[in-house]
């Protein structure tokens, strides 16, 4: 939950919370601080100290003085850090609203600030009897008149992307099993005017997608298979580019089952590459960018039970290709795999997945980054390493190497779907590079999808990460070709 807005005022209401950013050169008494309060301000910022409360008997102060030592997407993502703390102090004093101002000519920053404020104020509490402890923050206003309306919009409409998102990741399969996944789906569609698809069981049996029905043979639970389609009147791609998610719902491992601490117990999350895929296209129709976009994303849960497919089992898949399974707990490159392979009928401009998808990607980068690779060309690759610099969601890339072929190749089938012991991340993208013939990026998100500390504004459990990387990147896609 966060029913949080950012707006601009025109002035500051003079007995709310107030957050002045400034620098050295700040007259901290234009901003109505008493005498006292700048002599105490003062003797402060002489040390290391970068930010601060006054106290004051009238009303919260706080303090934020600008970083300036690192390259600037460092220093906003340090302003950020400052918002979430700034969220926390005013959450524990029940302030409802909260104005930002300043007199640093960078207006980004006090976005940033405002964004890592409302991204912290995200709660999952559903599940809790007593709301004893929801937060209070309501409003967050800017008192900048450079600030631009436009920029505004985008971080509210991107925090709540996000923020629908780590429900999504949040929710237990009690609730979200693939069915109710897709309704979650219609309802994100409706609010946004995206149009939607949803191929039921029968659908999926008859268009073949044999990865997918051969990891929901161990459920009870049908799998589904969701189109979603955003396209303005005018986009700026000729061709659309595709977003596929990963969405299995729970993963048991199947018949390769997992252990239960640290592995299974936090394996609702194993569907947050699904909830990239339809947050996205949901802001993205929000926000009106111009750029056609469709998203693709398989569901199901991954079960022992029923029917359950084997290690030993051969699947013919929806490309035509046969894949010796060797390990169930492989299955997220299974029901991908079909949903690639089906992209082709679009001619995509460009398919990036993204998944959970390896514990050797969360091993290699740990949670503060994701793990990404494929055929796509330089200048996508620079302008996505950008975007996510910008957010700080930073990207490494990992190379696909023709050599890394061998480790999957199969004495029965065309390719297995599982390497050996070394380079699981690259041998998992090399799998999915068998099912596309255009540019193609696959994004490994499992490090950093659900964490299970709280690490600043990204808070404990879902995180939404992949979303403001790829509205960043969509932004200003026209003028990157």
Sequence with gaps: MNNITITT????????????????KTKWQNFGLTKNEVD??????????????????????????????????????????????TTSLLNNAKKTEVYITGDITDEKAYLAFAEGMALGNYQFLKYKKENKEKNSLQNIYIVNDKIKKQDVEFVNISVDAVSI???LVNEPVSFLDAVQL??????????????????NKAKIESMKFGGLLAVNRGSQ??????????????PVNKNPIILVGKGVVYDTGG???KPTPNSMDTMK????????????????????????????????????????????????????????????????????????????KFNPELVMDFATLTGAAAAAIGPKGIVYMGNATDNIKNALEQ?????????????????????????????????????????????????VDYPWLHFDIAGGAFINSADSYRGKGGTGIGIRLVLDYLKNYGSRK
């Design 9 to 24: 005022a025109a002035k500051i209401d003079d007995k709310a919370p107030l957050v002045i950013i400034g620098g050295k």
């Design 387 to 435: 975007s996510g610099n910008n957010v700080y969601e930073r990207l490494v890339e990992f190379p696909m190497w023709d050599e890394y072929k061998d480790l999957i190749k199969s004495d029965i089938a065309d390719i297995k779907n599982i390497g050996g012991p070394v380079a699981g991340a690259i041998t998992a993208g090399k799998f999915l590079e068998y099912f």
């Design 255 to 257: 018949l390769s089952l």
């Design 221 to 234: 639970t049908p799998p589904t298979f969701t189109i979603l389609e955003y396209k303005p009147a005018k």
């Design 269 to 344: 999350c194993d569907m947050a590459g699904a909830a990239v895929a339809a947050c996205t296209i949901y802001a993205a129709a929000k926000l009106k960018l111009p750029v056609h976009i469709i998203s693709l994303i398989p569901a199901t849960d991954n079960r022992p039970g029923e029917n359950a497919y084997t290690p030993g089992d051969v699947i013919k898949m929806h490309s035509g290709l046969n894949v010796e399974v060797l390990n169930t707990d492989a299955e997220g490159r299974m029901i991908l795999a079909d949903a690639l392979s089906y992209a082709k």
């Design 40 to 85: 105490y301000l003062k003797e402060i910022l002489k040390g290391d100290e970068k930010n601060t409360a006054i106290p004051s008997l009238h009303r919260l102060i706080y303090i934020i003085t600008e970083p300036g030592k690192d390259t600037a997407y460092q220093d906003y993502e340090k302003y950020r850090v400052a918002g979430n703390k």
């Design 165 to 167: 998102a780590r429900t």
């Design 182 to 199: 897709t309704k979650e789906f219609e309802k994100l569609a409706k609010d946004s005017g995206v149009k939607i698809e949803i191929f």
